[in-house]
């Protein structure tokens, strides 16, 4: 059983058990490699040294660097952080833990908080940029973002490893952890803490700040236990525990008892065995996610009031998948067919607010989808798949598919791709059940949100000085209609399919390899994001996103990481923007722009010691991300890594 790649995934959506992804080299279930540069669709791939190397904390800071995806973060670690991948909305993202999606059913909109998530026990990052649903369901219109864990290696029966760091505002950060192989059997067990006064999270532009601090303190845990007891099948159980608190703020004002605690529990069980001298790999899985949150805001010298929210979300997951080998005819080979059905049940459970206006859910449903998709590679160039994939819930189901090419062109350097497909959200079990007060009732009528759209890509290697890859020019394209968007209607008494979106954009980019020790990538994207009935820009979505980074090795195991992040002009919606005196603005505007500047150091002391020092916001910015909302301020953080 292997680690899941979605990219393996989008060529032949493989079985429930994992997969392994390489840095170049994509494995589906079938251990057959398929070369990244085969799969058709825009996939960027975050390794655990590329998260050690640019001190990356947390899953927002480092999806920052990813083309297309753009992090819209209210404050520092903890607080509400949504992405807004290739234009479409922060509920448009699927996440998956080793395969396995974990999006919290109780989350109003059904989108994902992406500030939560600490990077310790995660060896990866897989994004997948555009349509997903003919591969894993509702949510992932505008793409999949999959984090996958750490592994045990095959040749050590005992290997500890770990981090302890600390820095300014007050900041301790570690880890330590345990793994190897021992005959038949692989472990891991880890455990991680990250704690911080951090910053304020509101604007210090406003008259009225307190310039309080939303700390945060925050501990995970994970273990995993394999069997292999034949060659080719594998039996493996994951459990995940983490727990988050941290300090919350409104806008425009402080809010100085406002907490948050968030809790997630996570196991899976699953099997994967081969067929038929391998031809056949089939696997099944079960899973369990629980999300627990608790908002909390008491009485202080603002308010006299009282006021606990709270929230759980649970999801359970049965998954089959097989892949089979097909064989090769004519110009046709390395065929694979794949097909498997899904149920899932989630439930939600919420009070909030305050009576008359306190809002609730206690539903649940059911949903069942099944899948089959097929590739094929014609003339030793060129890479065709086709996938198809239905799902069914209680009120609505949908058919989404899609189709991809990528033609090889070595005698220019060149790879080109394009894709097109369907894909759908579906309503949130809050959109569909959720009241607040006696004014309020869900619609459980409602449609999913649909889409249809392509993308066209390509990349050019260019050679020269001795390199053969002195640089890497690649652009990408991309279009889409989105129908059935769910809003409230006019009275505000519900909600109803009425918003219609269109999207279009481009993901450009040049990295560059000098030299051996020196390597540097730009990515710039562009997005037009409207409202097709007034015409206007959708809110959160700048026009213009630039990240740069570079890695400089002018020593032996001496490396600095250099990020910069540049984020143009983006528009918010009615009241959500607020003067420095605090008043609301009845209109939209847009949010200035802003850059980011941070540098990681790190010099390995010794093969299994390794040093670091991180920098963030070192030029002191105080752009907003989400308008009264403020990037956190300069840091530094000092501390050591080791493996033995």
Known sequence: MRRLSLAAALLAAGPAAAQVALPDTIVTATRAPTALERVPAAITVITRQTIEERGFQTLAEALEIVPGLRIAASGGIGQQSSVFLRGNSSRSTLVLLDGVPVNDPAEANGAFNFGNE??????????????????????????????????????????????????????????????????????????????????????????????????????????????????????????????????????????????????????????????FGGAWTTGLRIAHGSDRRVYSNLPDGLSAATGIDRYLGERTTVDWGNTVRLPGFGAFSDGQASFGVTHARESARSIAGAVPFQTRVNARQDVNAGHAAVQYRVWERLDLSAGLRHDAAGGFSDTTWRVGAVLQVPELNMRLRAAGGSAFNAPALFQRFGAIGTSFRGNPNLRPERSLGYEVGTELDIPAFGRPAFATLSAAFFQSRVTDLINYNAQFSTLVNVDRVAIKGAELGVALRPARWLSAELSWTITDATDRATGRPLPRRPEHVINATMRVEPLPGLVIAPTLLFTGRSPEGPFASYTDAGASIAGPRRNKSGTVLNITASYRVTPQVTAFLGGRNLGGSKWEPVNGFQVPGRSLLVGTRFSF
């Open 118 to 275: 600490l990077l310790f026990d995660v060896e990866r990052i897989e994004v997948l940029r555009g349509p997903a649903s003919s591969l894993y369901g509702g949510s992932a219109l505008g793409g999949v973002i999959n984090l996958v864990t750490r592994r045990a290696p095959p040749d050590r029966a005992f290997l500890p490893y770990g981090e302890i760091a600390g820095g300014t505002q007050r900041t301790l950060r570690a880890g330590a952890g345990v793994t190897g192989t021992v005959g038949q059997f692989d472990y891991l067990a880890s455990v991680n803490s990250l704690s911080t006064e951090g910053f304020n999270a509101t604007a210090s532009r406003f008259q009225r700040t307190l310039n309080e601090r939303d700390g945060f303190r925050g501990t995970a845990a994970t273990a995993r236990l394999g069997w292999a007891p034949l060659f080719g099948t594998r039996v493996e159980a994951l459990l995940r525990w983490r727990e988050n608190r941290f300090g919350l703020d409104s806008v425009p004002r402080d809010d100085p008892n406002f907490t948050g605690d968030d809790r997630r529990w996570f196991g899976q069980l699953r099997g994967e065995t081969t067929l």
